[in-house]
């Protein structure tokens, strides 16, 4: 189909979705990046924060994007990704469970530190994606 472009995503698990998109807003660790057929090849670094894949048959699907890798090469966008939850299986309780628990995290190592900051960011993508 003209105007389209393959979406593959990958978690640790499982394929969650392989099908044609017609536009794709992949949350970049440093923004949201927008993807369109013939996009030049890049690859990124996925942060955490909502997937909206915009589906050849006119549809909508949105993620929970936790962490991993983009590659956009030959027409096909491949994303490697810790998770990828369906957005209607992300809860607001959840999400703010998850925030009260990365804020209560404090320690004097870096090692605890940098858990907290992605701990923070991950609950912070979550509750994007439930707000929605």
């Known amino acids: 189909m003209p ?3 393959q979406v593959t995503v990958v978690t640790p698990e499982k394929q969650v979705l392989d099908e044609e998109a017609v536009y794709a807003s992949v949350p970049a660790w440093d923004g949201l990046l927008g993807v369109q057929t013939r996009r030049a090849p890049l690859l990124i670094k996925v942060g ?3 997937l909206r894949l ?3 048959d006119g549809s909508t699907r949105t993620f929970f994007a936790g962490s991993g890798f983009a590659q956009m090469k030959n027409n096909v966008l491949t994303l490697l990704l ?3 939850t369906p957005a209607d299986e992300v809860s607001t309780e959840q999400a703010q469970a998850a925030l009260q628990e990365a804020l ?3 320690g004097a190592t870096e090692a605890l530190e940098a858990k ?3 701990d923070l960011g991950r609950a912070r993508g ?3 994606v439930a707000n929605r």
């Open 82 to 84: 810790d998770e990828a």
């Open 126 to 128: 979550m509750l994007a």
């Open 3 to 5: 105007g389209t472009f």
């Open 116 to 118: 907290r900051e992605r």
């Open 104 to 106: 209560a995290l404090r």
């Open 54 to 56: 915009d589906l050849a």
């Open 48 to 50: 955490y924060g909502p």
